[in-house]
């Protein structure tokens, strides 16, 4: 693939080769867009095969196409992270197909606006399905396979800072993020003993199909840039640089961890400016 660094007098060319993945297979769910997209590419960057999986074929497809027109090892897969059998039959395929399974990245989710007294039952477990038993699946199947190849692995799940705080109107969306901050210890503890990590990465925020429409009110956006220290959301490749650091090889003793990628949003400051 063709990225140029240009250090100096020195530029030169990066290959795959060169990155910090090279050699390792990741499978990264809900990578037709957004985030999940980032993170695919990034990974590629750095020199991973990547199975670009959504339950939008056509978005993972294109996905795909990118990666591998820019000499990328990438392939799609249709995959709905609430469907069970397709998860274990895609996980098995993707690693078939690209010499085995060293990452998986739980990145699918949806969310629905509301508060916890309003929460329709169908939203409640709408959320619940995609955000924390979707992520379930993945990680059973994902860490079954990385076992048998006894070659060590990471878990990295997408959760939020809603993980971790009470979030005006986004009650289902909180308690799946906050079970998913558990599932990633619990994880965490059990597969320890295999060499693999799980480690869950929260994000405040980067503009993306999941808040574009209610970030597009710019009453609602500089409210929220206000309350970030750093005064800006982040971008999407910038949560997929850190998705990197926690894949490779040198994040192996992170384990059970929560890596806030806030801009200072969850300091807790009671003023800032
Ligand atoms: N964007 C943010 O501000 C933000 C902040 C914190 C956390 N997150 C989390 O980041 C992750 C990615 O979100 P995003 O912002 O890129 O959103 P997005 O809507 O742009 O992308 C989500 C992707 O997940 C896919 N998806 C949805 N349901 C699925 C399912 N059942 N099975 C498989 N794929 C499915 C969608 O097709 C889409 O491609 C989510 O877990 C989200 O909760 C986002």
Not at 19 to 29: E, N, P, Y
């Amino acid at each position: 693939m063709n990225f140029v660094s240009n250090t100096g007098r020195h530029r030169q060319r990066i290959t795959p080769s060169a990155g910090r993945l090279s050699g390792k297979a990741a499978l990264i769910t809900g990578a037709g867009r957004g985030i999940g997209r980032a993170i695919a590419v990034r990974f590629a960057q750095e020199g991973a095969a990547v199975a670009v999986t959504d339950r939008d074929f056509g978005a993972a497809n294109d996905a795909a196409s990118e990666l591998r027109d820019s000499g990328a090892q990438a392939r799609a897969w249709r995959m709905d992270v609430t469907d069970r059998s397709a998860v274990e039959t895609v996980i098995d395929e993707a690693a078939d197909a690209l010499g085995g399974l060293d990452i998986l990245v739980n990145n699918a989710g949806i969310i629905v606006f509301g508060s916890l007294m309003d929460c329709k039952p169908e939203d409640w477990n709408k959320i619940m399905a995609v955000d924390l038993t979707g992520a379930m699946h993945c990680t059973q199947f994902a860490a079954r396979r990385m076992i048998r190849q006894a070659r060590g692995g990471r878990l990295i799940h997408i959760g939020s800072t809603a993980s971790l705080l009470p979030t005006a109107e986004q009650a289902a969306y909180c308690v799946a993020k906050a079970g998913l901050r558990m599932l990633s210890r619990m994880a965490a503890m059990e597969l320890v003993k295999h060499g693999i990590t799980s480690n869950l990465l929260c994000p405040e925020g980067a503009v993306t199909d999941i808040n574009r429409d209610l970030l597009a009110d710019p009453a609602i956006m500089s409210k929220l840039e206000s309350m970030i220290p750093a005064g800006r959301m982040a971008t999407v490749e910038e949560i997929a640089a850190l998705a990197a650091f926690i894949a490779s090889d040198e994040a192996a003793y992170i384990t059970g961890g929560e890596l806030v990628h806030d801009g200072g949003a969850t300091i807790g400051a009671l003023w800032w400016r």
